[in-house]
């Protein structure tokens, strides 16, 4: 398998199997290419239209950004991706500072406000000189890419200034059936129940599963925190198509978008599937197999995401080696 490094306008990636990669990551394997970063807009269209921006907590948004009218606002969005949500947000709120970070720059396709900006950062590296500089901190779907996703939760805290906002959300690596339980990781080819995206997925969990599954580790990490005054997490089920009878034009509209969006993360997976020693006649057949089901919407399953907000309270951070 060729491996070609290289820096282009976004950082430096590396080139493997036609697509791009962060080479600044032993462990986020999706793509950090213009294609992934489509799919990516494409799911933040879904997570918009069915959670909202700000997952449903716009006034504890709107008073965490506007508790000194003399101070610009600051808000970090962690693990930014395709820059969507930065964006978004820079939009809606045009009086606050936006910054995304992530291993590889985007290349966003739509115009960027002046008040948005993105820089190249390793979240799971210090952010010492970020101390109490943001009323709002977003991280969506950066679980693969952190060593330590609890620490990231405590350490986070330092960089919010009291009573602001931090809002987590991740998809989980597992289908749900229609009558919202998950589907078997264990079935196997040939056998009633087996799904070819679910068997894709199984390979991802089994290389991936201990940072895939941090989402459910949330309340857990979110209670014991001595810096967070209240927190909710949340689950969506999102159907992957509109089977589901009676749909709202919005939600059937979210529908079909997470039905591509799905179609896309199959692709996406190949590298990976390479990686792990599938050949690749076998990785065309469960592709097209999956994508097929995707299409046809057979079986018919719902995506479950993960989504959580948390409060800033006034207690002064204290790294934990000075804890210790």
Known sequence: MLNVMKINDQGLVQERDGRLFSSQSDLYWLPADDEEFDRLGCQHRVLTTILGLVYGVDE????????????????IDIGTGSG????????????????????????????VPNNCSFSIRDANLPFEEYRKSFNVCHMRSIDQGIHDYEDLLYRVQDILKTNGVLLLSSGDIQLYTEDFQPMSFDTKEGEPGWCATQAILRQVWMNNGKTSTSKFKWEEWLA?????????????????????????????????????????????????????????????????????????????????????????????????????
Request: hydrophobic share 40%; proline share 8%; glycine share 2%.
């Open 60 to 75: 504890l948004v709107e008073k965490a950004i506007n508790v000194d009218p003399e101070t610009t606002p600051a808000v």
């Open 84 to 111: 969507h949500w930065a964006i978004d947000f820079a939009n809606v709120h045009p009086q606050a500072s936006v910054v995304g970070v992530d291993l590889v720059l985007p290349n966003p396709k739509t115009h």
């Open 224 to 324: 014991k925190n001595p810096y967070i005054s209240s927190y909710k997490i949340c689950d969506a089920y999102i159907p992957i198509g509109p089977w589901v009878p009676g749909l709202s034009d919005k939600h059937a509209y979210a529908a079909k978008l997470m039905q591509t969006n799905t179609i896309q993360l199959v692709e996406a997976f190949r590298p990976f599937l390479l990686s792990e020693g599938y050949d690749s006649a076998t990785i065309d057949r469960l592709s097209t197999t999956a994508k097929t089901e995707i299409s046809q919407m057979k079986p018919r399953v719902y995506a479950r995401w993960r989504y959580a907000w948390a409060v800033r309270n006034s207690v002064e951070w204290v790294p934990k080696e000075s804890k210790e």
